[in-house]
């Protein structure tokens, strides 16, 4: 696909990414949105998602972002759904629906494709990969396009850790760092550096912990009242899933905060033995087979027991 193809005779375009925007969902869109501006000077071109962690104010554009969903343009001539299908756009979903032309991008095995084009690759790391993948002459990169999709690349790999990491990510990542930015950096201020107070919840987290399955499944969950304690966003939990999976022997990992009386959001994480993006489109929600999410109703031990009986299916 060149995705220059697709949009050059538009003249309004939009672009959205899931709720509760992660690191490849902010780098896939914020990097097609930069491309974008550059090659179609003449379009308005508007991008609309949650407001993205501080982190990522280091990206270039990120401050021209409309967080509200407030738009002039009721119509669009083309918008794209990045890394989701279109039920976790949120308010964007709307706009979604009323384009004239819909383009789904994403790498999410969940993911049929809902858009009347659909590049969805479950195979690819990343959305952020499939947008590098979709600017077809790749002269047309420059430094601040490459810094988004590399941050969008690093989150979803791990840093080129987990088993997404291809031949082609790492041939995509050594292009885009030849551009010159500061990629140590990068990665540290954007994936690694915690806050204080997200260090604390981690290691509440940590210590609150349960392994059950002969230690083959550990689960641990932040309440609402926690989170108010702390005064902790949804972002301020990353990262606390993979280190419950790094636990030895650990084979399901599943972190779970709440977000209203007797609902949570579910993440799940595995080593590749339990397929987890079954286990959360079995409750409603999905994701990768290492990686997936899900929100769940009822009581932290309804959720526990209701996902013990289908990852046990699979061990
Ligand atoms: P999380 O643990 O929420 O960060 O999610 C892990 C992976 O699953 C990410 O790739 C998410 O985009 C995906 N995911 C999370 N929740 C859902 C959902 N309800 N439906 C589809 N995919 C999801
Ligand atoms: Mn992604």
Redesign the pocket.
Request: charge should be neutral; glycine fraction near 22%; aromatic fraction near 0%.
């Given at each position: 696909m060149d995705i220059y193809e697709e949009v050059k005779s538009a003249a309004t375009i939009g672009i959205s990414g899931?709720i509760r925007p992660?690191g490849d969902c902010v780098g896939s869109v914020m990097g097609l949105y930069l491309y974008l501006k550059k090659v179609c000077p003449d379009a308005k071109i508007q991008v609309m998602i949650e407001k993205p962690a501080d982190v990522f104010s280091c990206v270039k554009g990120i401050d021209e972002i409309h967080t509200d969903f407030v738009s002039d343009v009721k119509e669009f001539d083309v918008f794209f759904a990045l890394?989701?299908a279109k039920d976790?756009l949120g308010e964007a979903e709307k706009y979604f629906d009323e384009a004239a032309k819909k383009i789904n991008i994403d790498h999410?095995i969940?993911n049929k494709g809902c858009g009347d084009v659909n590049y969805i690759m479950p195979e690819a790391s990343s959305t952020s990969e499939l947008i590098y993948d979709v600017i077809a002459d790749k002269s047309l990169l420059d430094e601040e396009i490459a810094k988004a999709l590399y941050i969008g690349i690093i989150h979803d790999t791990g840093v080129f850790q987990y088993s997404n990491t291809a031949p082609s990510t790492l041939k995509a990542a050594a292009e885009l760092i030849s551009y010159g930015f500061d990629f140590p950096k990068l990665i540290d201020k954007t994936f690694y550096e915690k806050t204080y107070l997200q260090n604390q919840i981690l290691g509440r987290a940590l210590l609150e912990s349960i392994v059950f399955m002969n230690g083959r499944c550990i689960v641990s969950m932040v309440d609402k009242k926690t989170m108010n304690f702390y005064d902790a966003e949804p972002h301020d939990l990353e990262g606390i899933?993979s280190q419950l999976r790094n636990t030895k022997g650990v084979e399901c990992a599943i972190f779970m905060y709440q977000t209203d009386t007797l609902e949570y959001?579910v993440?799940?994480r595995s080593n590749g033995k339990v397929d987890v993006a079954k286990v959360?489109a079995f409750f409603?929600?999905?994701?990768?087979v290492r990686?997936?999410?899900?929100?769940m109703q009822g009581t932290f031990h309804d959720i526990v027991n209701n996902l013990s009986a289908q990852i046990a299916e699979q061990l």
């Open positions: 899931h992660d890394d989701t976790r999410h969940s899933v959001k993440s799940l959360a409603g929600g999905g994701g990768h990686a997936a999410g899900v929100t």
